[in-house]
């Protein structure tokens, strides 16, 4: 039911992201408010329902970023990085106190990690969270975006490996080239090496003939061991 200032509990409005594919989970002060934490984003709306029955109605929604969602987060929280931001992709998904969200899609073809990206920036991917609105200080500019039709993440916010590589979720990983031979090599030269180091390192068998004469074996290279010494 409403709240006594005519608003709905928060955490009421993570249904309606669960119901359109944001995994989510409660959030309290910035931080997850269950025990296991990011590993609890849910799309079930029975789970939501079940976390508001429990007394989180009040908690904030937070959503996990990243492969999990297919969403990327780009937070813009000083006024300078907001207009950088504003002028090269428009107005935020979501307005916040100190700035304001620019959500986009994943790109799906390497790994997006969660970090800053510079002054005022930061960047929300695989393994990271965001709080969503209706939570405290949070409001949608133009309701909760389709993810399907979000703008594909830019080169600049992606990691710089994954963007040149395509290593990643989805791409097989090239092998490595073999490490090229010496110059000097031949198939001629690595057998007489291998019946060196066998003549040197093998026993030394010998049969008694029958006067007490020792007849010399041949190894497996060819050469009788009694030669050579």
């Known amino acids: ?40 984003a849910t799309t079930d709306v029975t789970q939501v329902a079940a976390w508001i029955t429990e007394g989180r109605e009040h908690h904030d929604v ?27 992709y428009g107005s935020p998904q979501v307005l916040t ?5 620019w959500y986009f899609r994943h790109p799906k073809n390497g790994r997006v990690s969660s970090r800053s990206l510079g002054d005022g920036l930061d960047r929300k991917g695989d393994g990271g969270y965001v709080i969503a609105p209706p939570s405290t200080d949070k409001s949608w500019t133009e309701g ?20 040149s590589t395509g290593e990643g979720w989805g791409t097989p990983r090239t ?13 001629t030269l690595a057998v ?22 020792d007849l010399p074996t041949r190894n497996s290279c060819g050469a009788r061991s009694g030669e050579g010494g």
Not at 176 to 185: D, F, S
């Open 1 to 40: 039911m409403p709240t006594a200032n005519g608003h709905a509990p928060s955490f009421w409005g993570a249904a309606d992201l669960a119901k359109v594919g944001y995994p989510v989970f409660p959030a309290k002060w910035k931080a997850p408010s269950v025990e296991t934490a990011f590993y609890a």
């Open 62 to 88: 937070a959503f996990a970023t990243g492969i999990v969602s297919g969403v990327v987060v780009v937070e813009a929280d000083t006024l300078e990085a907001y207009k950088i931001m504003e002028e090269k």
């Open 97 to 101: 106190k100190r700035g304001g969200h």
């Open 144 to 163: 909760i975006p389709d993810r399907s039709a979000l703008r594909l993440l830019s080169r600049e916010f992606r990691d710089e490996k994954a963007a």
């Open 175 to 187: 092998m490595a080239a073999a490490p090229a031979l010496p110059t000097w090599y031949s198939p």
């Open 192 to 213: 007489l090496l291998c019946c060196l180091l066998q003549t040197l390192h093998r026993p030394r068998h010998v049969l008694r003939g029958e006067h007490g004469v």
